[in-house]
Nanobody, 115 residues
Framework: QVQLVESGGGLVQPGGSLRLSCVAS????????MSWHRQAPGKERELVAV????????NYAVSVKGRFTISRDNVKNMMYLQMNSLKPEDTAVYYC????????WGQGTQVTVSS
């Protein structure tokens, strides 16, 4: 059974940091491109960051570049998103996704940036 489970979300003040985690099971994690996406209320889901299967290539949305860092551990079947200098506009539900010929999504974790 394929599972992607996100954790690490919460309430943080502007300028603060959070680290999101995504644990994968039920498929060959190291063969999949992994990504983080987010969806704010009333908005479409958007790509935040993507990392290649080996971890050697990463790309970021312009809005988060320089503030967020995506990484993965193919031994632990884990993916991470380190989020620094958070802004209120980063408030959203954050989802992890695994993609190859097919794709899988996690259930999401809420991130709220507010004073």
């Amino acid at each position: 059974q394929v599972q992607l489970v996100e954790s690490g979300g919460g309430l943080v003040q502007p300028g603060g940091s959070l680290r999101l985690s995504c644990v994968a099971s039920g498929f060959t994690f190291s063969s999949y491109t992994m990504s983080w996406h987010r969806q704010a209320p009333g908005k479409e889901r958007e790509l935040v960051a993507v990392i290649s299967s080996s971890g050697g290539i990463t790309n970021y949305a312009v809005s988060v570049k320089g503030r967020f860092t995506i990484s993965r551990d193919n031994v632990k079947n884990m993916m991470y998103l380190q989020m620094n200098s958070l802004k209120p506009e980063d408030t959203a539900v954050y989802y992890c996704k695994a993609a190859r010929s097919n794709s899988y999504w996690g259930q999401g974790t809420q991130v709220t940036v507010s004073s």
